[in-house]
């Protein structure tokens, strides 16, 4: 938490220097109006006049320092949070492959939509506990100056509101996390609902995602409305006490001026400081409600993001010429996926997985991805284990086509380079001109967007060999390119491959068209567990 505070340090100090002078000009109406008061009654009709004339400009600057801690408080919170978003996006960066689940999925977009929503509150009460502070020790320091004994019965009175929020501060925590998660967990429900509501729509199981929403739904209600409601209360009591102490510092005060402990002027001026004393240890008392509901969350946030530093040395490779796996038996909870594994892949040669569903091959690709960290020491680069290489560095060699091919948010040019900034265009043409694809950017812009609701099945598989073509990277790992595709496309995108040299191509496939299988020079076949070769 400290390392995004001082990197914002300077605007810290100012927000710190400009509360601070606005809690003095806050206090200091007291004496702008007991000089008032004074002036009235001493008949001093000049100095009433200049007081009044004075106080007109004092009044202009204290309403501009209500401003100035909003913009820069505002200012550091919003600096903090894009810090935590990004934060949010390179620790996922950070996780191993084998790690990136559904589950890690969905929590990561509950951190972004609901924990930084709850986080920024916890930080504008923080800052504002800072401006209230300062609000109450100046204007503390005030009343004392003014009338010591009058000043502790009023700050006596004032820190009565205290007691609300620290007795419910376990509630309040425990229920402001129920309706997050409550919240969580709707949004997911509605996720799916919103991705595929064409196909609910045509099953006819609309009314079942209905119904599933509105039962998360009343939850998420009722959870809100519990924790609201215990909110409610706690700012309910702070506001009844702070009547009561508005009230009870004319009474008290009015039984000092009849003692004459305490002048007329000096107990307006009084009866202004309460407003900066009581008022400020009211908004301390609400702001601390909400700083104890969300810590815990700002907590675990950080812990979520906290990348751990690692002091291993790795090494950098220029290329993949060889991979290669011994001894290498992939289990899981004690269940065995594929067992003694022993292959050596090379270069300018192509590789097909092939096997039914379900016996292993998208593992044997996980495996070759380095996803399971345990095997990585068994797996061989150019002789070299993959534990001991810098993932970065092998990724950057490895080109990967998942069996959904993904369309991004962007133009033909960013689609197929995947954002290369080089803008290398007639490389684009080419790879595109080499996958078929030359008639589908015929009339069109490079820099014209995708709508990829316009693209058949065989043209997001072609995109996908465009885009391993243009990264021109050494190995190119695919993972059933043909699925869903009629004869004629896979036919097409046998030919691709075909042509495509000087790579190590892995391929996994069920596929049983025999052009895709003659497309590869090696064909490995999963059976009993066991990869074997066939071709």
């Known amino acids: 938490m400290k390392k995004y505070f001082l990197k914002y340090k300077k605007i810290l100090f100012l927000y710190g220097l400009?509360?601070?002078?606005?809690?003095?000009?806050?206090?200091?109406?007291?004496?702008?109006?007991?000089?008032?008061?004074?002036?009235?009654?001493?008949?001093?009709?000049?100095?009433?006049?200049?007081?009044?004339?004075?106080?007109f400009f004092y009044l202009i600057i204290e309403a501009s320092f209500d401003y100035f801690p909003r913009k820069y408080r505002s200012k550091i919170i919003n600096n903090i949070m894009l810090d935590l978003k990004n934060d949010l996006i390179k620790a996922s960066n950070m996780k191993n492959l084998e790690d990136l689940s559904l589950d890690f999925q969905k929590e990561m977009k509950n951190k972004m939509v609901n924990d930084l929503e709850s986080i920024k509150k916890f930080l504008n009460s923080l800052f504002a506990m800072f401006l209230y502070g300062s609000m109450f020790f100046v204007s503390f320091i005030s009343?004392?100056?003014i009338q010591g004994s009058l000043t502790m019965i009023m700050v006596v009175l004032s820190f009565i509101p205290f007691l609300s929020p620290l007795i419910s501060k376990k509630i309040l925590s425990s229920k402001k996390e129920k309706e997050i998660r409550a919240k969580g967990k709707y949004l997911e429900e509605f996720d799916e609902f919103n991705e595929n509501i064409l196909f609910i729509k045509i099953s006819n199981i609309f009314n079942i995602f209905y119904s599933k929403l509105d039962k998360l739904g009343k939850k998420l209600r009722d959870k809100s409305y519990i924790y609201e409601a215990s909110l409610g209360k706690t700012y309910a009591i702070s506001y009844g006490l702070g009547n009561v102490l508005y009230s009870g510092t004319w009474i008290i005060g009015g039984i000092f001026v009849y003692k004459?402990?305490?002048?007329?002027?000096?107990?307006?001026?009084?009866?202004?400081?309460?407003?900066?004393?009581?008022?400020?240890?009211q908004a301390l008392a609400d702001n601390y409600s909400e700083l104890v509901s969300s810590k815990e969350i700002f907590l675990n946030?950080?812990?979520?993001?906290?990348?751990?530093?690692?002091?291993?040395?790795?090494?950098?490779?220029?290329?993949?010429?060889s991979i290669t796996y011994k001894?290498?038996?992939?289990?899981?909870?004690?269940?065995?996926?594929?067992?003694?594994?022993?292959?050596?892949?090379?270069?300018?040669?192509?590789?097909?997985i092939f096997g039914e569903s379900g016996s292993g091959k998208s593992s044997f690709l996980k495996l070759s991805l380095g996803m399971f960290e345990k095997y990585n020491e068994k797996i061989f680069v150019n002789n070299l284990s993959l534990d001991k290489i810098k993932k970065e560095s092998y990724y950057d060699k490895i080109y990967y086509i998942p069996q959904e091919t993904i369309i991004f948010r962007g133009s033909i040019y960013e689609n197929i380079?995947?954002?290369?900034?080089?803008?290398?265009?007639?490389?684009?043409?080419?790879?595109?001109?080499?996958?078929?694809?030359?008639?589908?950017?015929?009339?069109?812009?490079?820099?014209?967007?995708?709508?990829?609701?316009?693209?058949?099945?065989?043209?997001?598989?072609r995109i996908d060999l465009?885009?391993?073509?243009?990264?021109?990277?050494?190995?190119?790992?695919?993972?059933?390119?043909?699925?869903?595709?009629?004869?004629?496309?896979?036919?097409?995108?046998?030919?691709?491959?075909?042509?495509?040299d000087d790579k190590i191509v892995i391929c996994v496939s069920h596929t049983k068209n025999e052009k895709f299988l003659n497309t590869f020079d090696k064909i490995l076949e999963i059976n009993n567990k066991k990869i074997k070769a066939k071709k």
């Open 18 to 55: 400009v509360s601070i002078i606005a809690a003095f000009l806050s206090a200091g109406l007291a004496f702008l109006y007991k000089n008032l008061t004074q002036a009235a009654i001493d008949k001093e009709f000049q100095k009433l006049m200049a007081i009044g004339i004075f106080g």
């Open 143 to 145: 009343a004392i100056y």
């Open 260 to 281: 004459d402990l305490i002048n007329l002027p000096s107990l307006i001026a009084m009866t202004t400081l309460v407003y900066t004393i009581a008022g400020p240890i």
């Open 301 to 321: 946030y950080l812990n979520f993001i906290e990348i751990e530093e690692k002091n291993e040395r790795k090494l950098e490779i220029n290329s993949i010429n």
């Open 327 to 352: 001894d290498i038996s992939l289990s899981f909870d004690e269940r065995i996926i594929l067992e003694d594994i022993n292959l050596s892949l090379k270069e300018r040669e192509k590789y097909l």
């Open 417 to 461: 380079s995947l954002f290369d900034s080089n803008k290398n265009i007639e490389k684009c043409k080419k790879a595109l001109e080499e996958v078929g694809l030359d008639k589908f950017i015929e009339n069109r812009n490079l820099y014209d967007l995708i709508d990829k609701d316009k693209i058949s099945g065989g043209e997001k598989k």
């Open 466 to 500: 465009a885009r391993a073509i243009y990264s021109d990277k050494n190995l190119i790992i695919m993972d059933e390119p043909t699925t869903g595709l009629d004869l004629e496309n896979e036919n097409i995108i046998a030919d691709i491959i075909k042509n495509i």
